[in-house]
């Protein structure tokens, strides 16, 4: 019997050690393969008399990752071709075989009638956690990496190979249902707690204790199969359960706004699998599995969330010929939100950090912000006070630009003035060495163009963060005319030491993220002017996917920030209709009303100490039209708020500031929240088809202007029946 992705070793004791090690990768995941083995490892238990059971573990740094979705979405891909070939009933008979069969792997080692024990380190996510759950005996390592959960409603999935029985058999309904929906990953303390696992213990003692509950009877039978099992919240038919659900049913409908399946159908099979025997249960979750695997929004999000985003974390876009990049020390120029955001996660990655403003007092003020960040991160359990200390010793405030004359890479975060920019950067360019990079945080002004203040321009590359920076993954790596390869290679080494994920943009006025959210911000302000009630605005953005609704976000980014953008568009590229709407707009309330949003506390929100922010009352004083709500399409609100950014992004794609749909993708659900459900702002083109889309922006073209005209590139693929990942 050979093996290729577990190493099998029986004592004379009679327990086997299944070490599941994958030849060639750095982590195990579930395979068909893998699959294969597992069984081949079930039945030799189960029919070898010598054998008293198994203890499953890992022989690399993690347990396992789970399934590898790329496996799950080429099913969902050969579907089309078995309906031609066979028909659609012999093709979906096939695909629920196939599917389910991890599930129906798990349920015959759960059932075997010997004991199976999973000791785990590291990572246990997903599929592989599935298979801890179904083992009899779970103990997992106490080290800081072990991690456990069920994080698959993250891609659009959800737990289908046990994951929504298993886990709402072993906790309260309640529990169970907040870990599942949310995508929950535990440390080892709070998965005991939870009754998820059995034992912690240290790593060199799992595989020894594991192997010790065999040996001293550990049971081969599950709970819920045995005589009497009771459900931890009782029955679902019962007071408690009518409150649990009908609880969770609100609760999905205000999270979701009915935009994600993956989310619908865990909900479902939970509440009918806790109504019948474990077996049946079983089959009803594979049914909504393949329910879901059958949708588009679940095929975009494991596109661009899961296969797009690791391939961009693992450096598909940077240039390929440069090698690594050694940076020790890094400067950061301005002392303010952004900076400190930036020193503090350039320190917590390990880097020495210069944080330097125009005297120590204000750097000081930097340094304070990154403590603050830290203190909540400890208050929330999420670090401990010796990552504050090492945090601290690596971060150094600095008033001099001589202090930053052994820096490797410096990022301006100053005023975003082109002229305030251009100054601090020539006198970065004095001090630091010439192996030096320099990065500018500019969030919208084109680094062509800051690049002429220096005499060294090829080392000047666009390092866009987003805020708050210690939160928001994405960042845009910005190409000028004059960047060189070997400072794109030090910006995606420097975002990828500090665990972002890069995006690789042209150069442009706005870039790409900045784009796509200045349309969306666009798009609420004129539907503001044009009567819309401001609440209606808010709820669409937010129906459609967004997080928040667009005069939220701008309240966020800033009103008087994004004053000064509009204007320095209009000047830049001559007055629009649309633009100089926007600019009175926003002038009358930052202006004469002194509302900035969010940063003092009143915009077209009120911000009160004691409560929840309110939409301020004095908006309707601003509005010469007022539309009634019944004269109002709900719907076309959503279409115009979706269509903007993504007309924008396909924009961005034609004039190849974006070159990469991935990136277009993945930057505008990581970059601002775009409708994670549509795969991001390419996807949800390619999701409704060309076609259909041009003919929603010919409508909207007609009716409210020119911003809806579709590019020619759409108007093309709506032609040929093409789109940007066909």
Known sequence: ???????????????????????????????????????????????????????????????????????????????????AERGEEEALRIFFEETGRLSRLYRRMETCGKPFAAAIHGVCLGGAFELALSCHFRIASDARETRLGLPEISVGLFPGAGGTQRVTRLMPTADALQLLSRGKVLDPSHALATGLIHEVA????????????????????????????????????????????????????????????????????????????????????????????????????????????????????????????????????????MGAGIAYVSA?????????????????????????????????????????????LKLKPAASYADLSKCDLVIEAVFEDPDVKAEVLRMVEQVVPEHAFIGTNTSTLPISGLARALKRPERLVGIHFFSPVDKMKLIEIIKGKATSDTALAAAFDYTRAIRKTPIMVNDARGFFANRCVGAYILEGCLMFLDGVPPAMIENAGKQAGMPVGPLALLDEVGMDLMLHIVRAT??????????????????????????????????????????????????????????????????????????????????????GIVTDPREADVGSILGFGFAPFTGGVLSYIDMLGAENFVAICRKLETEFGDRFAPPGILIEQAAFGLGFYR
Do not use: H
């Not at 496996?71 to 309906?83: C, D, E, N, R």
């Open 202 to 337: 240290s790593r060199s003692e799992i595989v020894g204790r594991a192997k010790q509950w065999i040996l001293e009877g550990g049971s081969p039978v599950a709970p819920w199969d045995t005589k009497g099992y009771r459900l931890p919240s009782g029955k679902v038919y019962s007071p408690e359960g009518i409150r649990v659900w009908s609880g969770a049913n609100a609760i999905y409908r205000r999270e979701t706004q009915d935009n994600y399946p993956a989310m619908k159908a865990l909900l479902q099979a939970a509440y009918e699998g806790l109504q019948l025997p474990m077996d049946e249960a079983l089959r009803v979750e594979s049914r909504y599995l393949v329910q879901v695997l059958r949708s588009k929004q679940a095929l975009a999000m494991i596109r661009s969330m899961f296969i797009s985003l690791q391939a961009l974390n693992k450096g598909a876009r940077r240039p390929k010929d440069q090698p690594p990049t050694s940076i020790s020390t890094v400067g950061v120029v301005g002392a303010g939100f």
């Open 570 to 655: 209009l000047k830049f590229e001559g007055e629009q209709v649309d633009a100089v709407l926007q600019e009175e707009l926003l002038a009358r309330v930052v202006e004469m009303e002194g509302r900035k949003g969010r940063k003092n506390r009143k915009g077209f929100y009120d911000y009160p100490d004691d409560g929840q922010k309110q939409l301020w009352p004095g908006l309707a004083g601003l509005q010469q039209r007022k539309l009634s709500p019944d004269m109002v399409d709900f719907e076309e609100l959503k279409q115009r708020l979706l269509a903007v950014q993504s007309l924008a992004a396909a924009e961005a794609f034609e004039q």
């Open 1 to 83: 019997m050979s093996f290729s992705n577990f190493r099998l070793d029986v004592a004379a004791d009679g327990v086997m050690i299944a070490t599941w090690d994958m030849p060639g990768r750095s982590m195990n995941v579930i395979t068909e393969q893998v699959m294969d083995e597992l069984l081949l490892i079930i039945e030799k238990v189960t029919v070898d008399n010598a054998i008293k059971g198994c203890v499953i573990t890992s022989g690399k740094d993690t347990f396992s990752g789970g399934a590898d979705l790329e496996m799950l979405s080429g099913w969902s891909a050969k579907l089309p071709v078995l309906a």
């Open 348 to 392: 917590m990655a390990g880097f020495d950090v210069i944080l330097l403003d125009r005297d120590m007092a204000t750097a000081e003020k930097g340094r304070e912000i990154a403590i603050k960040t830290m203190d909540a991160e400890i208050e929330k359990g999420r670090a401990k006070q010796r990552d504050k200390e090492k945090m601290l």
